[in-house]
Structure formats: C-alpha cells, structure tokens
C-alpha cells in the first residue's frame, strides 16, 4: 500500500555520500556515514557493536533492532579502552540521560556524545555493547538483531534537520489545519533558530487514519512510512493521538531513531491545540509550534528538565533543580522542555528557551547535519 502520495527517495538514509580522507576543518562537512550489519548476542545476550570513529567524527548513533523482542544499548567504550558511559551509573539515579538503557521496544537509540560535556569522540575503534532481552528484561541469548551505525563528520556550515510533516488523510486539505500546521512549523523553526539550528522541512499528504497510535509504546503505521520518507524526523499531524482529548503530542523515544520501526514518528493533534471549536486562535497555533518543538526535542533527546512529580530531572548541570510545582513554574516555566503548558486566565507562558546545555544536546543528534 503506499501511504505518500508524493514520490520519495526509499532507504535515500542509507546511501553512503563519501568519506573524509583528511583531517582538519576543511572536512567538517557533516556528511553521515551509515552501515548496517546483522548480529547475534552472545550466550550472555550481548551485542558487541564496533563503531570506527574517524578523526573528523564529531558524534554517531547506534540503532539496534529486533523482530519481536526487546532492545537495550548500556555502555560506550572508547578507543582507548575507556568506558565512557555505562548504564549502571544511572538507573538508580534521579537523572535521565538516555532512555536508549531501557528496553522498553523492539528498537533502541544511542547518541554519542549526548552532551557537550560526553565530547569529543576521538578516533579508532569504539565499541558499543547492547543486550537482547526477554519480556521481563532479562537478558536472551542468541538474539539476531540488525544494527545501524550512523557516524556524523563535524559540522562547519549551520546544523540542520531534515523534518517531514506528514498528514493524515485528507488533513492536508482542510485550509483551517494546513494554515496553522505551516504557521507552528514557522513558530518552531524560530525557536530552534534563535540556537542557531536549522529546519529543512517538506510536506506530504498519507492516508493515515486521522487518530493515529501512540508512538511511544508504538505503532503499525510509523514503520512503512519512515521507510517510504527514509530520512529525518517525521512529525505526523493527525485529529488526535490515540483518541486521547488531551494528549498534544508524543515522540517515539528519547532519543528516537532514524530507522523504520513503530517509534520511528512524532505525533501531534491539531485538534487537541485548536480546542473545541476545531479553530485556531493566534496563541493556539503559538503553543502547537511549541509542541512540535518541545516533542521533536525529546526525538532528539532532550528530557523534561524536571518530570511532573518534581523529583526527576534530566541530566543536564544548567536546568534549575526545582522541587514543587510553583518553584519549578517560576525556574523553568518558559523552558521549551517544560512538560506541560503553564497557562492563565487570557494567554499561555511563551516556553521557547532552552538553556546552552539543552540546546548542545540537540546539536550533536546526528539528524542535525
Ligand atoms: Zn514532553
């Protein structure tokens, strides 16, 4: 069946566009350079990932994936032998860094560096080490799981994403949806902009159904269509997400990958902004461009700074520790990452910012390039 009604280049993710040969900035080109392999867990339920780190690497991302059984990505070793992030230091924290530890699907996601402070790579022989694992979580043996690594070059021009709003059937020609879908992308590649980062957006029309699934638990639709669009990040604008009539939006993973699967999509409800009267005010379409942002930015990492019981943060040493929903409103009510709109009577908090930290997360995503 196909899902777009406009042609798109099919794996165009997967076409290998070059390799440095020199060092220095000349090459900071940010070209990707993407293998896939087949592998199988050890009798431990161990996938051991080589990664070769090119000197000009500034950042890669390791996507595992498995038919029908869960996935986890747990450390990162360098090529001195160093381990440089192991996921033991931070499940029992109250700070979250990566859900790609979690295994949680049949897909995880692991970003290296994550932040400014996990850089630089360094170049040679890293390794990746990931799990295969059973319903419970306990590791499985002899998984066969099929492997993305994604190595991004340096980035010397502005970094930019390449994003897909996709709609769902016949949405693309409600004027009422399609005007303000285009104005929040404009809202949203301001807020982005204002850290130097950039969008390079397309439009297409599906026929999705107009209530989509949850991406994050996932869903049946988000893998044919990432593999018809092939690259980027893909924000499907649907009625509502799952029937729910308060959901905003939801991001298949933090961060979520650049290959086909049920998580491979963002969802927003145009409805859920433009409220019961189906149109939208100019503060709606305001804080529906906050939304694509602030999902995106989980897409690509970024955690709430602080989570709803106010004593979960993210990782991050410049977002105010708060602990009370009146503090944590005053400290960080007009962050982007903020997990929910703070509105009043007549008009919303403009949640736009994101501090040097959140905004270098973003940067080293290898979707940005
Ligand atoms: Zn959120």
Redesign the pocket.
């Known amino acids: 069946m196909t899902r777009l009604l406009f042609a798109v280049g099919v794996l165009s993710l997967f076409a290998c566009t070059g390799t440095s040969t020199d060092s220095g900035d000349a090459n900071c080109d940010g070209v990707v350079e993407v293998e896939q392999v087949s592998l199988r867990s050890d009798a431990d339920g161990v996938l051991t990932v080589p990664v070769a780190v090119d000197a000009n690497d500034d950042a890669f991302m390791v996507m595992v994936a498995r038919d029908g059984g869960l996935v986890s990505a747990d450390t990162v070793v360098d090529a001195e032998g160093d381990v440089r992030l192991s996921w033991e230091d931070w499940l029992s924290g109250r700070d979250s860094l990566t859900n790609a530890f979690y295994a949680s699907s049949e897909v995880t996601s692991l970003n290296w560096p994550i932040r400014a402070e996990d850089a630089p790579l360094g170049a040679g022989e890293w390794t990746v080490y990931a799990s295969t694992l059973d319903a419970d979580g306990y590791p499985k043996a002899r998984q066969d799981a099929t492997v993305t690594v994604v190595r991004r070059s340096c980035v010397a021009g502005t970094p930019t994403l390449k994003v897909t709003v996709v709609y769902a059937q016949g949405l693309d020609e409600d004027r009422e949806v399609a005007t303000a879908v285009e104005a929040a992308v404009l809202r949203w590649a301001q807020i982005y902009g204002a850290y130097g980062l950039e969008l390079d957006v397309s439009y297409a029309s599906s026929d999705l159904a107009t209530s989509v699934s949850e991406p994050l638990p996932g869903g049946d639709e988000y893998g044919p269509l990432y593999e018809d669009i092939g690259e980027g990040v893909v924000v499907v604008v649907a009625d509502d997400v799952d029937g729910y009539a308060d959901l905003y939006g939801e991001a298949g993973g933090i961060p979520g990958p650049y290959v086909a699967s049920g998580h491979s999509a963002v969802a927003v409800s145009w409805l859920v902004h433009a409220g019961t009267d189906a149109a939208f005010t100019d503060d709606e379409v305001l804080v529906f461009g906050e939304t694509m942002a602030?999902?995106v930015g989980?897409y690509l990492g970024l955690f709430?700074p602080v989570e709803m019981d106010w004593s979960l943060w993210d990782a991050l040493s410049d977002t105010k520790r708060c602990t009370s929903e009146s503090a944590c409103e005053a400290a960080l009510g007009d962050n982007l990452?903020f997990?929910y709109p703070v509105c009043g009577e007549r008009s919303c908090t403009e949640q736009t910012v994101l501090s040097d930290d959140q905004s270098g997360v973003l940067g080293l995503n290898v979707g940005f390039r």
Request: glycine share 0%; no cysteine.
């Open positions: 602030h999902e989980h709430h990452m997990p």
